[in-house]
């Protein structure tokens, strides 16, 4: 009897571009803690220290995208996480620094949003389909961002209305032909996001942590239009922890 084989080939990622994340030196994606990768529906994003690389495994003659943020030399900043943000038509790359910013870049190399989130390094980029409303179907996202004893939750909602913002402005931009924003005003035009940041803290530094979803009050806590997230994490120490 033959062997059965039982993978499907769905693309490939080969490219001379991948040389520059250590691509032909043995153990280059298992050997390689710094190697951070994110997987969208026909694109990977794979990340070194301080260089984001996107190729589509589905399509070999798609153009390759390197996004070189601009990270702080004195501080010795680098690249520590990285995530696709999807909404509707709109893709782009999600990229969190050991100083704890919080970097957008569209898929043509541009940078739309840069916001400090907190002092430390950020540890993961989590993107969660929720509900709107525990009496409703109707979907929506949420972004986490993990830190060592801190979680951040933005609301997708607001991050989508930023970007078609960003959208809107960059459709006007070529239409009038008037030249790109500046380096210093890059990021910054469309002010800052709201969010959500939980202390959890309590029972050590995490290595890791999400946001599970909404819980119901307690039972003889008054009632009232207020949403209470339950998060989840994972202590250094492998001690699981919960908090509302």
């Known amino acids: 009897m033959s062997r059965r084989n039982h993978t499907t080939e769905l693309g490939c990622i080969a490219c001379e571009e991948l040389s520059e994340l250590g691509a032909g030196k043995e153990g280059w994606l298992v050997d390689n ?9 026909h694109a990977l994003a794979l990340a070194n220290r301080s260089l984001v690389l996107v190729v589509g495994w ?12 601009d990270l702080s030399p004195i501080e010795a900043e680098f690249i520590s996480a990285i995530e696709w943000l999807v909404f509707d038509d709109i893709r782009v790359i999600a990229i969190g620094t050991s100083r704890g910013y919080l970097l957008i870049y569209s898929l043509d190399g541009d940078l739309i949003h840069r916001q400090i989130i907190h002092t430390t390094r950020i540890l993961r980029l989590r993107v969660r389909g929720t509900k709107r409303d525990l009496a409703q179907d109707a979907l929506a996202e949420e972004v986490c ?4 004893g801190v979680i ?3 609301d997708g909602s607001d991050i989508q209305s930023m970007l078609q913002r960003w959208l ?10 008037s030249p790109k924003r500046s380096l210093e005003d890059s990021g910054n035009s469309f002010g800052r996001l709201p969010y959500q940041l939980w202390n959890v803290n309590k029972y050590g530094l995490c290595a890791d942590a999400a946001i599970t979803g909404i819980m119901p009050p307690p039972l003889m806590e008054v009632q009232s239009s207020h949403r209470y997230y339950c998060a989840v994490t994972i202590g250094e120490d492998a001690v699981i922890s919960a908090f509302r």
């Open 33 to 41: 803690p710094s190697l951070l990768c994110a997987l969208d529906t």
């Open 58 to 69: 589905s399509d070999p003659v798609s153009p390759r995208v390197k996004i070189h943020p």
């Open 145 to 148: 961002v993990v830190m060592p």
């Open 152 to 154: 951040a939750r933005f």
């Open 168 to 177: 809107q402005e960059t459709h006007a931009r070529f239409w009038d032909e």
